[in-house]
């Protein structure tokens, strides 16, 4: 069984039989990967709370024969004991992890992916921004190629005075082309800042309405590019 090792976050997990548990791993260099964990949910387990969703950690590895590896060592990388204890942190925290594991491939390596996540994950521990969410799905889009923008019309591409926000259309629209749902100039600034480069500006910011509609305004265009809808930030808004 040849092994290898990788740091990774860990995506999220699920009991298997009596004391193992499945482990996906988002890698560096190795793309995402399942991986069983044997006995980790018994007592006095070595690295089985090591091993929890949010997690960075050195991980060894063995390749498995199916679909399946499994982890021989696992040892903690960034700890971040303040999201554990608290409910806006875990919040935030799931959203990412869970946007990241639906637009994660298999085995496919994306170090920029991993890094961003690492990096995400690293703002809710230090400071949890109340614009991380919105500005990390944007980002996400961004590296997929389908980021809107937030300048022109996404059916005629002409500039417009005032852009109206369209999901069925995918991004925004002009009047003329039809128009949509009234989108503030601050949250189009917002999103435009973004992408822009004026990230750090944008965590600086307070918890407002330009960022919840920004927040909408991605989590909508990355589950019509997913196809399928985010769990995790529903939960999040709920409590």
């Known amino acids: 069984m040849p092994l290898y090792r990788d740091?990774?976050?860990?995506?999220?997990?699920?009991?298997l039989g009596e004391a193992d548990r499945v482990?996906?791993?988002?890698?560096?260099?190795?793309?995402?990967?399942?991986?069983?964990?044997?006995?980790?949910?018994?007592?006095?387990?070595?690295?089985?709370?090591?091993?929890?969703?949010?997690?960075?950690?050195?991980?060894?590895?063995?390749?498995?024969?199916?679909?399946?590896?499994?982890?021989?060592?696992?040892?903690?990388?960034?700890?971040?004991p303040a999201t554990r204890?608290?409910?806006?942190r875990m919040g935030h925290a799931a959203a990412l992890l869970e946007a990241v594991d639906q637009l994660a491939q298999d085995r496919e390596p994306n170090s920029r992916?991993?890094?961003m996540l690492v990096g995400g994950l690293?703002?809710?521990?230090?400071?949890d921004p109340p614009a991380v969410v919105a500005a990390f799905y944007l980002k996400l889009?961004?590296?997929?190629?389908?980021?809107?923008?937030?300048?022109?019309?996404?059916?005629?591409?002409?500039?417009?005075?005032r852009l109206f926000w369209a999901p069925e259309a995918g991004g925004l629209r002009c009047a003329s082309c039809g128009g949509g749902r009234v989108v503030s100039q601050d949250a189009l600034t917002l999103a435009r800042a973004v992408l822009g480069g004026g990230l750090n500006a944008v965590l600086d910011l307070p918890a407002g309405a330009a960022v919840h509609d920004v927040e909408a305004l991605a989590s909508s265009l990355l589950e019509a590019h997913i196809e399928r809808r985010l769990r995790a930030i529903r939960v999040l808004h709920e409590g």
């Open 113 to 115: 992916l991993h890094d």
């Open 122 to 127: 690293r703002a809710v521990e230090q400071s």
């Open 23 to 80: 482990v996906v791993l988002l890698g560096r260099g190795r793309g995402k990967v399942r991986a069983v964990a044997k006995g980790v949910r018994r007592t006095g387990s070595r690295f089985g709370s090591r091993l929890e969703p949010g997690s960075v950690v050195d991980v060894q590895l063995y390749e498995g024969r199916g679909d399946l590896d499994g982890v021989d060592q696992a040892e903690t990388a960034e700890a971040h």
């Open 7 to 15: 740091r990774a976050v860990v995506l999220r997990t699920h009991k």
């Open 141 to 161: 889009l961004a590296v997929e190629g389908v980021a809107p923008s937030f300048d022109e019309c996404v059916v005629c591409g002409e500039p417009a005075d």
């Open 85 to 88: 204890s608290d409910l806006s």
